[in-house]
């Protein structure tokens, strides 16, 4: 009898540890996701953050040129301008329109009789995205980021 009461406690001893061990588990798993938890701030956008009326410039790729340099100016109305030279071939595409703001603040997309582009907003810089709002990958992708000139605001 006295063996099978101690048994009972030893065993009620060793549950009661193992339970406290899960216990602190969930406690461990639940902090730890709580810490994973990113807050994303929604008032502040680049659209009401940045700077980003301006001129900014680029050279991209082109199949059948050197390049195409283009200057892109975003004005504070929400109007563009751009125009893009296609290097050594006397061409050059003037065009301007309107600016949209995407409801992220962080993407406009650009759209004129000719135009119809889409870009992140970034600080001093406007990076090129595809119709689907991508960002654009490959060896090449850098060639894409449009840098503010110095000293042109809008």
Excluded: R
């Excluded at 006295?2 to 009661?16: E, G, H, N, R």
């Excluded at 701030?41 to 980003?52: G, K, M, P, R, V």
């Amino acid at each position: 009898m006295k063996l099978t009461v101690l048994f009972s406690c030893l065993a009620m001893i060793s549950l009661s540890a193992c339970n406290q061990t899960s216990k602190d588990s969930q406690h461990t798993t639940a902090d730890s996701t709580a810490h994973e938890t990113v807050a994303v701030d929604t008032a502040h956008t680049s659209q009401n953050s940045l700077d980003w009326a301006g001129t900014y410039e680029a050279t991209i790729p082109c199949a059948d040129c050197e390049g195409i340099k283009t200057n892109i100016t975003l004005k504070n109305d929400n109007t563009f301008a751009i125009v893009s030279e296609y290097i050594n071939k006397n061409t050059k595409v003037e065009d301007s329109g309107k600016v949209m703001w995407h409801d992220n603040g962080s993407v406009v997309h650009l759209t004129g009789k000719e135009t119809n582009m889409k870009l992140k907003v970034g600080e001093n810089k406007l990076i090129g995205l595809d119709q689907e709002g991508h960002a654009i990958e490959g060896p090449n992708a850098h060639l894409y980021v449009y840098n503010k000139v110095e000293g042109e605001k809008l």
